[in-house]
């Protein structure tokens, strides 16, 4: 086509744009963060929940409360009415009133809770102590019945069953071998058992080996017949009591078991009435009332 006058064509340029998705934007990652902590703090509060006790749900529900800051007695009473900073002014009640609201007391049933908690923790504890208590003395009875046993049907303790004596006491199961008039278990100032004390002693190391306890051991002696007391009866009654911790130990008496072994002379007598008797002069045997140093069946 031809144009005249010199006039340029208009020429209109079309453009058409490719083909795929555009960018949408980042809104969505906003929301969806948003939801996870929402959720978090969901299951967050449903976990405090099930773990508090109804007393803290309650001291927690008391903090969060409202406080009425209008109900004061200072201001107008509006909302910028203001309050006074304390009781003790000529403004009355004021700002310390609502900060008593807004701080509960503690639930008075944690600390009984707490104070039970201890009563019921002593119970047990006194409840375990009776029970072993118990346990320790039927131990006792046990073994004080097979010594009774073992002396009537042996003959030759049989004839012994007078110089032992079997009680217990506070200390533990005590087993006493007494002096008769002419029948002593050690010769007048000698620390050797005679065949008599070696005897007893070996009947005694069966009970004593059939408990875990351990064993005190202590010698006595008797006063002179003028009522005096040499002081080398101190020696000579530990020596005895010695002199009978190597006997049991020989029967097979532990050596870890022995807690003590000691000498009164005649400083405790079977018999306060007359210290000269015979029977003050003995060897006095217990085994305590207290945790085994090995289990039973160890």
């Known amino acids: 086509m031809a144009f005249g006058g010199g006039e340029r064509p208009i020429i209109i340029k079309k453009i058409k744009k490719g083909g795929g ?8 990652k906003v929301a ?5 902590t929402a959720m978090m703090a969901f299951f967050l509060l449903m ?19 409202p406080a009425s800051v209008s109900a004061s007695t200072s201001g107008s009473g509006g909302i910028l009415a203001g309050t006074s900073l304390g009781d003790q002014g000529v403004k009355g009640k ?21 104070a039970n908690s201890k009563q019921a923790a002593q119970a047990a504890e ?28 042996l003959p030759e303790l049989a004839e012994l069953s007078k110089q032992i004596m079997v009680d217990t006491t506070p200390e533990g199961l005590r087993i ?16 050797k058992p005679n065949e008599r004390a070696r005897v007893l002693l070996r009947a005694v190391s069966t009970v004593v080996n059939k408990l875990p ?3 005190t051991i202590a010698g006595h002696t008797s006063a002179s017949d003028d009522g005096t007391r040499p002081a080398t009866d101190w020696q000579l ?39 000269t008797l015979a029977g003050n002069r003995r060897i006095a045997l217990v085994l305590l009332r207290e945790a085994p140093v090995l289990p039973p069946n160890h």
């Open 21 to 28: 998705g555009g960018h949408h934007g980042g809104a969505w």
């Open 32 to 36: 969806y963060a948003d939801f996870v």
């Open 47 to 65: 976990w405090l929940i099930n773990t508090t006790s109804p007393e803290q749900k309650r001291g927690i529900a008391d903090y969060f409360a």
């Open 94 to 114: 004021g700002s310390v009133k609502v900060v008593e609201q807004m701080a509960p007391e503690a639930p008075k049933n944690v600390v009984d809770q707490g």
């Open 126 to 153: 006194d409840a375990i102590k009776e029970a072993m208590a118990k346990r320790e003395d039927q131990s006792f009875q046990s073994a004080a019945e097979s010594l009774r046993q073992a002396m009537q049907k």
């Open 176 to 191: 006493q071998l007494i002096d008769q008039e002419g029948r002593s278990m050690f010769e007048q100032g000698s620390t």
């Open 213 to 215: 306890n351990r064993l």
């Open 237 to 275: 009654s530990a020596a005895r009591a010695d002199a009978s911790r190597q006997l049991l130990q020989q029967a097979g008496v532990a050596a870890d078991r022995i807690y003590q072994v000691s000498g009164k002379a005649a400083s405790d007598p079977l018999y306060p009435d007359d210290p």
